[in-house]
T-cell receptor, first 112, second 117 residues
Framework: DGGITQSPKYLFRKEGQNVTLSCEQNLNHDAMYWYRQDPGQGLRLIYYSQIVNDFQKGDIAEGYSVSREKKESFPLTVTSAQKNPTAFYLC???????????FGPGTRLTVT | AQTVTQSQPEMSVQEAETVTLSCTYDTSESDYYLFWYKQPPSRQMILVIRQEAYKQQNATENRFSVNFQKAAKSFSLKISDSQLGDAAMYFCAYRSARGFGNEKLTFGTGTRLTIIP
């Protein structure tokens, strides 16, 4: 079974706790991305990584952190510094040789 | 910075009819890519169609086609023979063609399409 997996589908956390969202791909794409989706808004880029051990901030990186130790994996940590963490988070993959990005199924994070 | 605008928050169409979703964008670049993504209730983002700015010919994928007007910075999506499965949020997205480090997708705010049986 191939593609992009994100786990879990739904995640609940208490305010003040860090939480890590998983994104795994077996499509052998170099680039991976994290987007956030809020109601009434389009997707906004949090972080992206074009190669292993390298990543760049997107438009709304504050309160988030990432790592890219393996090509297949790009986990996102939502820290307690993120003021409004409740949102739908989407992971995507791409490469320099294709123009579009392909998305995982997403994780709905609720922080109370 | 590039911006993408979708001015129709909601649209509806009768099943089997044709509907057009609007998208405009702002950029100072001459080479870029444009996309339409579909997000059904499952919330999975699905690529519908893409257009390269250097191509004058409008892209077509089965019942989906675009009207790309580069000078007007307009990129509308036409859905022909609408089906119940087309009901979804549709997002227009822009990507620079400048290469490495410029692969970010900039999204519009979406249009919710309802299909009336």
């Amino acid at each position: 079974d191939g593609g992009i997996t994100q786990s879990p589908k739904y995640l609940f956390r208490k305010e003040g706790q860090n939480v890590t969202l998983s994104c795994e791909q077996n499509l052998n794409h170099d680039a991976m991305y994290w987007y956030r989706q809020d109601p009434g808004q389009g997707l906004r880029l949090i972080y992206y990584s074009q190669i292993v051990n390298d990543f760049q901030k997107g438009d709304i990186a504050e309160g988030y952190s990432v790592s890219r130790e393996k090509k297949e994996s790009f986990p996102l940590t939502v820290t307690s510094a993120q003021k409004n963490p409740t949102a739908f988070y989407l992971c995507a993959v791409g490469s320099g040789t294709i123009y579009e990005q392909y998305f995982g199924p997403g994780t709905r994070l609720t922080v109370t | 910075a590039q911006t993408v605008t979708q001015s129709q928050p909601e649209m509806s169409v009768q099943e089997a009819e044709t509907v057009t979703l609007s998208c405009t964008y702002d950029t100072s670049e001459s080479d870029y890519y444009l996309f339409w993504y579909k997000q059904p209730p499952s919330r999975q983002m699905i690529l519908v169609i893409r257009q390269e700015a250097y191509k004058q010919q409008n892209a077509t994928e089965n019942r989906f086609s675009v009207n790309f007007q580069k000078a007007a910075k307009s990129f509308s999506l036409k859905i022909s023979d609408s089906q119940l499965g087309d009901a979804a949020m549709y997002f227009c997205a822009y990507r620079s063609a400048r290469g490495f480090g410029n692969e970010k997708l900039t999204f519009g705010t979406g249009t919710r399409l309802t299909i009336i049986p």
